[in-house]
């Protein structure tokens, strides 16, 4: 097998650790960069060096924001309903549901769920600053919104039973059939839910 040079193989090291990107791809990536103008691996540089200084969290929802800010544009956008709040698991995810244009309320970023195998407890999230959102009296919703996952499951039962005490409405994001979708090729789990979920037309 030939010997790369260093700094290539520390390249492919270093994109290969990334999520989704094996080594193939790494390899790839790698001789890409060595091969393109010189200006897109310096943009690349400095955009990998800015992302960690100039980006920090919302202090009211753990959104990302600018690092001079200390409050994301959704959180200081009086037009957004404060006492409406979505909890999701990473920012990522606050992007999917602000593309389909049909939410005005605010967001509370969990930034993970709970993983008791992975080590991962309440402690290890932002769930303190959703109960201290909810207990200023202004939140009346909260919506959770993680993944159909054991884990999210887990995280959003964690939250429903912190947050019901504090006499705030608790709502789960319904689950079920995708529009277009056949009944032939749905997962049982999928079809139990939709049926248990199912509503008056």
């Known amino acids: 097998m030939p010997i790369l040079p260093e700094p290539l193989q520390k390249l492919i090291s270093a994109l290969s650790r990334?999520?989704?990107?094996?080594?193939?791809?790494?390899?790839?990536l790698a001789f890409y960069l060595l091969t393109a103008p010189e200006e897109v691996s310096l943009t690349l540089a400095e955009a990998l060096v800015g992302l960690k200084s100039a980006t920090g969290t919302c202090r009211v929802c753990a959104n990302i924001t600018l690092s001079d800010q200390d409050i994301c544009e959704i959180?200081?956008?009086?037009?957004?309903d404060a006492s409406l709040v979505c909890v999701v698991e990473e920012p990522l995810d606050v992007l999917a549901i602000?593309?389909?244009?049909?939410f005005n309320g605010q967001y509370a970023v969990l930034h993970g769920v709970l993983s008791p195998i992975d080590g991962v407890g309440p402690d290890d999230l932002k769930i303190d600053l959703l109960l201290s959102r909810a207990r200023g009296g202004v939140v009346r919703e909260v919506i959770?919104?993680?993944?159909?996952?054991?884990?999210?499951?887990?995280?959003?039962?964690?939250?429903?039973?912190?947050?019901?005490?504090?006499?705030v409405r608790v709502?789960?994001?319904?689950?079920?059939?995708?529009?277009?979708g056949d009944l032939e090729y749905t997962d049982q789990n999928t079809l139990l839910r939709a049926l248990s979920g199912r509503s008056e037309l």
């Open 171 to 180: 709502t789960r994001l319904a689950r079920g059939l995708p529009v277009g």
């Open 75 to 80: 959180c200081a956008n009086p037009e957004r």
């Open 144 to 167: 959770l919104a993680t993944n159909p996952s054991m884990e999210g499951d887990a995280t959003a039962l964690y939250l429903q039973r912190q947050l019901t005490p504090l006499g």
């Open 98 to 102: 602000e593309r389909t244009g049909g």
């Open 18 to 28: 990334l999520p989704g990107i094996g080594p193939k791809s790494a390899s790839r």
